[in-house]
Each structure stands twice: as C-alpha cells, then as structure tokens.
C-alpha cells in the first residue's frame, strides 16, 4: 500500500515563493507517475502538474512557467517548486501518485497566499 505524506505548506504574501514535498512509502517509487492537485472549499479538485516515471513533465496552463515538479527517486519525494505566488493559488494541496491499476492520494498540505 502506498503511503503519501505532503509536507511545506504555509502562509506566503502574493509573489512569493513555496516548495512543497511529497514522501511516499509502501511502494517501488521510481515506477510510479506523481501529480499535484489543489482544491478548494466547494471546487473541484483541479490538476497542476505531472511527472512521469521518466521524468517528463507537464503543466496545468494556469501554473505554467511559474510552478515547476521535479523527483527524488532516491529519496521517495516528490516536490512542488511555486514562484511568483498569487491569491488564487491559495488551496489545499494534494500529491496523487498513479500505477498500473491504482491511485493513491496524501492527505493535503494547505497554502495560502495572502499579504
């Protein structure tokens, strides 16, 4: 069973900067593919970002050129690096890890982007 811990969550003023991590456990790391969603109260949860097991990568249009993810095979983590931070990237965030069959989802980590 895969165990997903996120972890960096915070209060950050607008245009600021946030690194969120993402341990996993329970499972071979390197195979699965590794995402971010956000969510809000009442909203759906919305898609960020991917990384696939070979490491390539891709972006929600509302996140791009300012979030980047990126993993640490050897350490099980994957991380979500946030620059140029605005209001309505205030959500919980969540990491959802994917394998043949299955998904797996962490418990969230809240960020709030607020001056």
């Known amino acids: 069973q895969v165990q997903l811990v996120e972890s960096g969550g915070g209060l950050v003023q607008p245009g600021g900067s946030m690194r969120l991590s993402c341990a996993a456990s329970?499972?071979?790391?390197?195979?699965?593919?590794m995402n971010w969603y956000r969510q809000n109260p009442g909203k759906q949860r919305e898609w960020v970002a991917l990384?696939?097991?070979?490491?390539?990568?891709n972006y929600a249009d509302s996140v791009k050129d300012r979030f980047t993810i990126s993993r640490d095979n050897a350490k099980s983590t994957v991380y979500l690096s946030m620059n140029s931070l605005k209001p309505e990237d205030t959500a919980v965030y969540y990491c959802?890890?994917?394998?043949?069959?299955?998904?797996?989802w962490g418990q969230g980590t809240q960020v709030t982007v607020s001056s």
């Open positions: 959802y890890a994917v394998k043949p069959g299955a998904g797996y």
């Open positions: 329970g499972m071979i790391f390197s195979i699965l593919n």
């Open positions: 990384i696939t097991s070979g490491s390539s990568v």
